[in-house]
């Protein structure tokens, strides 16, 4: 049958169309077809490491077991009165406790990389190599805050080692391969995939970790894992586990930020840091819609070291830090790794925001040479009792506050150059208490102007809540500066 060449036409169009809209299924590209060749080319570049150190302890007598009783059991006393009686006295002993993990050969001269958590306090170090060969290790040079540490080994003969790799341009996805020493079981080959980038575990000040699903267990600490050129692109360091065990949940440090502590505790056994000389806090939503920043982004300074770094080169607190040496801040986790990575007297260009501008500072980057302290739990103090002289009340915050006096002073522990009014007590159903305030803190600040009267936070806080906008509160807690934002849709009917 002859088909009119106008009916051909139209039919082969609506092919074409029927055709180009059906959808075309994705194709999932197969995994490796086998991870033998590579390694049996890693293993030997990957070490098992056994550690010892000398444990004290006392209640205990030799030649009789430890007992281990409850604390608090009725039968403790009369043990350890027991065991008293047998010898005259306490007598402490001492027993060796051993520890494993894993490592990697950096240098065929003999430099291992691996956790500062498995080497910690250990008296002596035992490297064991593929072949069974035990060495003797000395710690050139350890770093706690990143979990890292360095060792040497003097062998007989050059080691086979392997290199970094460059961990920024591993994706999500990406398979990789993880080698260690689980339960001391030896050299171990997994391998999984990278399950999310610059995870953040609260396990120190620079964690931006990689994530995988590769099986990783106690002893895979300090192991290296590969990417598929055979390049270390991180270091397996950490498991989240209710049983010990694996589920799935392992975090390595990055090889961006391993490689450069890896060299300098080779050079120079210690890190140095680059310091800006600020405390920071997150940009939360709230504290964002006050300071009219747009999305949260950045880390907002709370307060400014004197004579610092970012206080000779005009930071103030308040300011959001946006950019640093021409790298943007996405959030305050972010700042300290930079700023730790930057070389010391380096000039850096910092963007920040302020009062609505953005504005581009010069610093000169200062080294950190003190210990970061470790943060301490403060007891929350009870609501003072209402009628402390002075006091008015801030309806729109369901607070009392009070112009500060040395009477003031000495009753919250005040110091003289603290300025601002003190807050003597928070309605258990204001919006205050909501979002944190505590009686005591010091208000220095509301929408970013200077407080001096209860008057002033009183003006601040009906304008604030007039205009729907978060009131941004800077406060001083016991020389702690940090800012807190009142959103008054949160206040309790």
Known sequence: MKIPARFLGK??????????????????????????????????????????????????????????LPPGSPFEDFFKQFLQNQQGHETPHKHKATALGSGFIVDPSGYIVTNYHVIEGADEINVILQDDTNLSATVVGSDKKTDLAV????????????????????????????????????????AGIISARARNINSGPYDEYLQTDAPINRGNSGGPMFDMDGNVVGVNTAIISPSGGSIGLAFAIPSSLAKNIVEQLKSKGHIQRGWLGVRIQTVTQDIADGLNLGPPRGALVSSVSPDGPAAKAGIEAGDVIVNFDGKDIPDMHRLPLIVAETDVDKTVDVGVFRKGKNLTLKVKVGELTTKESADEEEDQKENAPAGI?????????GISAASLTDALRTRFDIKKGVTGVVVTSIATDGVAADQGLQVGDVISEAAQQEVKSPKDLTDRAKQAEKDGKPLLLLINRKDDLQFIAITFEKKKK
């Open 11 to 68: 039919f082969l169009a609506g092919f074409f169309v029927l055709t180009l809209a059906i959808p075309v299924p994705a194709v999932a590209r197969s995994g490796p077809p086998g991870f033998a060749d590579m390694a049996e080319k890693l293993l030997p570049a990957v070490v098992n490491i056994s550690t010892s150190q000398t444990i004290t302890q006392k209640d205990g007598i030799e030649g009789l077991p430890d007992f281990q």
């Open 151 to 190: 060792l040497k080994v003097t062998p007989k003969t050059p080691l086979t080692a392997v290199s970094f790799g460059d961990s920024d341009k591993v994706r999500v996805g990406d398979w990789i391969l993880a080698i260690g020493n689980p339960y001391g079981f030896g050299g171990t080959v997994t």
């Open 389 to 397: 002289a002075g006091a008015e009340k801030v309806d729109d915050l």
